[in-house]
């Protein structure tokens, strides 16, 4: 079973600053399965990122991912108001088929 | 426009058994590749990952879960229902299912439905 660790578990950054969150898997992920999310308090998990590097459909190009292997990373360039919130990263696999990482809460500073 | 709704109880008891559904809109179950699937998260914590339904009816459970989950579909009706047997309060959390476009490695959320166990 691949374990992915986020790091770090809060990251307090001021609007219009980077914010570099980490993932780090367990075992080499392929790119294709590495995916990542955006939640705001009440709300479901939104798709932001998937094959690690592609935007979904409608995300800011502020919003980029990167990486291969056992570390990906999500870059959000310039903190807007409404990017406070948790993100996850995930890997879909074989068993079980998706894993989550514990999640970078990005509050403001 | 894809659209998916979880519905259910939101107070079960311990031991009983859960049983939620997803209706869902926008795709067809009956669609070679797609699938639709449950997570859920107890408050304040991480997401977990339940189980996942295909259009071919092949079933994925999580290996911590499997022996007390059953996830199944209606195809004609967009609906995947989900069952938990004997729940515990740590059972407690938001329910969401999501779909799985073709050959997809990520996840298309619902708005989740809170479930909560207790006596």
């Known amino acids: 079973e691949i374990v992915l660790t986020q790091s770090p578990g809060t990251l307090s950054l001021s609007p219009g600053e980077r914010a570099t969150l980490s993932c780090r898997a367990s075992q080499s992920v392929s790119s294709s399965y590495l995916a990542w999310y955006q939640q705001k308090p009440g709300q479901a998990p939104r798709l932001l990122i998937y094959g690690a590097s592609s935007r979904a459909s409608g995300i800011p190009d502020r919003f980029s991912g990167s990486g291969s292997g056992t570390d990906f990373t999500l870059t959000i360039s310039r903190l807007e108001p409404e990017d406070f919130a948790v993100y996850y990263c995930?890997?879909?696999?074989?068993?079980?088929?998706?894993?989550f990482g514990p999640g970078t809460k990005v509050e403001i500073k | 426009q894809i659209t998916l709704k979880e519905s259910g109880p939101t107070l079960v008891k311990p031991t009983q058994t859960l049983t939620l559904t997803c209706t869902f809109s926008g795709f067809s179950l009956s669609t070679s590749g797609v699938g639709v699937g449950w997570i859920r998260q107890p408050p304040g914590k991480a997401l977990e990952w339940l189980a996942l339904?295909?259009?071919?009816?092949?079933?994925r459970y999580s290996p911590s879960l499997k022996s007390r989950l059953a996830i199944t579909k209606d195809t004609s009706k967009n609906q995947v229902v989900l069952t938990m047997t004997n729940v515990d309060p740590v059972d407690t959390a938001t329910y969401y299912c999501?779909?799985?476009?073709?050959?997809?490695?990520?996840?298309?959320w619902g708005q989740g439905t809170l479930v909560t166990v207790s006596s």
């Open positions: 995930q890997q879909y696999g074989s068993s079980p088929l998706f894993t």
């Open positions: 339904i295909y259009w071919n009816d092949d079933k």
């Open positions: 999501a779909h799985r476009p073709i050959a997809a490695a990520y996840l298309l």
